[in-house]
């Protein structure tokens, strides 16, 4: 009777440590792949060299894209306009002065023309010869051919110191991109996440300033192994699931936006659904973020 007894114990401890291990298997979270958190980073560099006179950029502050955030010393490509201008304006003084010069062709034209006439009422009137007229009319049409000679002349002049301000004024040009390159604007709407440099020091073409980037929407970047590849596709809705303090978590709605085509060795800090997968795939899942996602931050996702 007390063997029947304890047996009948047994089983109904048993029974229970089953339920129980059950019952945890049922309220653990699974999950099919997971990764970190990460955004799209850009580095801002100087475009010119020189003192940073401005630079209002701290890390955590948020930019709009287009905002001017700082300028670098321009005082030596000012003057170097300057000096590029008043050699333009010394060239182009030396343009003739076309209607100046033909001021007095003009008079003579207008003699001739008005002798012309004179002496065309004149044969009409048999008072001068025929012959005078026409000396008359030679002298007109002699005179309009030195004024045609001139304006040709001068114009060829005008063209030519012209084309010789033209070096000097792509220079110009050239100075103007570089000013401009002078202001530093914000290319990107985002959060810095670094800064690299201080107002008052001295930077160079191509040195990095600071570091951004939009967290209103973040990836999650993932591995799948060999045999989840074939179950995904770009655009996919799948949920991504954060903890949410000690023992919570929470979900987001996410979108495959990137998928490679390459397989790697599974990276050692991620553990795929399928533990015994040597090779795995990476794949990007946008998500929008509300402020509490983190670059860095640990996720599951679920397809």
Not at 91 to 96: A, E, G, H, K, N
Not at 128 to 157: E, F, G, H, M, R
Not at 266 to 287: S, W
Request: net charge neutral.
């Amino acid at each position: 009777m007390k063997n029947s007894i304890s047996m009948l114990t047994r089983l109904c401890l048993l029974g229970l440590a089953a339920f129980t291990l059950a019952s945890c298997g049922n309220g653990k979270v699974t999950y099919d792949a997971s990764g970190t958190f990460e955004a799209t980073e850009t580095i801002v560099s100087a475009e010119a060299s020189g003192r940073l006179d401005e630079f209002s950029v701290t890390e955590g502050q948020t930019l709009a894209a287009g905002a001017v955030v700082g300028s670098i010393d321009s005082v030596q490509l000012s003057l170097r306009k300057k000096q590029l201008e008043a050699q333009i304006a010394a060239v182009l003084s030396r343009r003739p002065q076309i209607a100046a010069q033909v001021a007095s062709l003009q008079e003579q034209l207008a003699g001739a023309q008005r002798e012309q006439a004179r002496l065309a009422k004149l044969v009409q009137a048999d008072a001068a010869t025929p012959k005078q007229y026409d000396d008359a009319t030679t002298q007109v049409q002699v005179i309009k051919k030195q004024i045609d000679a001139v304006y040709s002349t001068l114009n060829t002049s005008t063209q030519s110191i012209s084309e010789e301000s033209m070096p000097l004024r792509v220079q110009i040009e050239q100075l103007n991109d570089q000013l401009a390159k002078c202001r530093l604007v914000n290319p990107v709407n985002g959060t810095v996440l670094t800064t690299y440099a201080e107002q008052h020091e001295v930077t160079s073409v191509g040195k990095a300033l600071y570091k951004i980037a939009d967290l209103s929407t973040i990836y999650l970047r993932a591995y799948v192994s060999g045999g989840q590849f074939s179950q995904i596709k770009l655009g996919q809705r799948v949920k991504v699931i954060v903890d949410n303090g000690a023992d919570a978590t929470r979900t987001f709605d996410g979108t495959i936006s990137w998928i490679s085509d390459k397989a790697e060795f599974t990276p050692k800090t991620i553990q795929t659904k399928d533990e015994r997968a040597n090779l795995v795939y990476a794949v990007k899942i946008r998500v929008k973020n509300d402020g509490t996602l983190k670059i860095g931050m640990y996720g599951e996702v679920n397809f």
